[in-house]
Nanobody, 129 residues
């Protein structure tokens, strides 16, 4: 079992920055795949970035590569997403997810939502142009 709580969303101008946080409450923080996802109105959920909390293997969606940075602070049981060079298309509800089983298949954790079992409540990001 795990509980995830996101924070840090808000409004920003295009070109601006935001930092999201996802705090995990669970018996063990490390050794699980975690990811950031977003969903804009009328669109499907999109995987944005993933991190293996054991070895910090990272994967980004092409749409955010070079602009967003995923990271973690194990001492705080928290995962972060730094959003830079924001665009209007980045607007949406951002969710963090955590896999139910530890370990991963392949060199990085998946960006498919079905790979994650625990979700936060979401935090809204709105970018104005």
């Amino acid at each position: 079992q795990a509980q995830l709580v996101e924070s840090g969303g808000g409004s920003a101008q295009a070109g601006g920055s935001l930092r999201l946080a996802c705090r995990v409450s669970a018996p063990v923080y490390s050794s699980y795949c975690m990811g950031w996802f977003r969903q804009a109105p009328g669109k499907e959920r999109e995987g944005v970035a993933s991190i293996d909390t054991y070895d910090e293997a990272i994967k980004y969606a092409d749409s955010v590569k070079g602009r967003f940075t995923i990271s973690q602070d194990e001492s705080k049981d928290t995962m972060y997403l730094q959003l830079n060079s924001l665009k209007a298309d980045d607007t949406g509800m951002y969710y963090c997810g955590r896999a139910a089983q530890n370990g991963r298949r392949g060199p990085t954790c998946s960006l498919e939502g079905r790979a994650y079992s625990y979700w936060g409540q979401g935090t809204q990001v709105t970018v104005s142009s």
